[in-house]
């Protein structure tokens, strides 16, 4: 029990006002306890903002950085024929057009049984991306495979150099790479099945 601040009237506790005197008592007598409550939404929504803030930052940088993505692209790239400047364009949003975009690593197609010439083995996939792009820059026709999708190991990244129809024209290449990539050995890529 308490009561009433301005006539003394008993009143119980949380009782909002004096039924005698019509003062109110439950706002005065939690006051310090209310104030400290009348924050907590402000402060739950301002670390929801700031949460959800740092998952989108994350996300994009996230995304940003993810080499895997380049692959589909790269891939969509290949398969795109090198435009000849009375050949195929695309328009962009503005209604200008450009070439379409071709990317210079060799693609080993899906389903195809062939001889080869592996220039390096890796688990580092950024690394094996960039061997492949400057044998591919140096003229080299080289290209990227997963091993586990042709039997050639697991979880690795091999660069390969051509695609041939015989196991002695592989090893010629390989032999002739030998200085630029030692232990350049042919092989037959197959896939796995």
């Known amino acids: 029990m308490t009561s009433c601040p301005r006539c003394g009237e008993p009143a119980e506790r949380g009782q909002l006002v004096c039924l005698e005197c019509g003062t109110r008592i439950a706002l005065k007598e939690e006051g310090g306890e209310r104030r400290s409550l009348d924050h907590m939404p402000a402060v739950a929504l301002l670390l929801t903002v700031v949460v959800i803030g740092a998952g989108a930052i994350g ?79 140096s003229g080299i026709e080289a290209g990227l495979l997963k091993s586990d999708d042709y039997d050639l190991g697991t979880n690795l990244w091999i660069v390969f150099a051509g695609r041939f129809d015989t196991q002695q024209s592989a090893e010629r290449q390989a032999a002739n790479l030998d200085s630029r990539y030692p232990g350049a050995y042919a092989t037959i890529v197959k896939p796995a099945g």
């Open 59 to 137: 996300f994009a940088l996230g995304a940003l950085t993810d080499d895997s993505k380049g692959d589909s692209s790269t891939s969509e790239q290949a398969k795109t024929p090198a435009a000849s400047p009375g050949g195929p364009q695309t328009e962009t949003e503005t209604g200008a057009s450009q070439q379409p975009s071709r990317s210079l690593l060799l693609e080993c197609p899906k389903g195809l049984t062939a001889y080869t010439v592996v220039l390096v083995t890796t688990g580092d996939r950024p690394a094996a991306r960039r061997v492949a792009a400057e044998a591919a820059k």
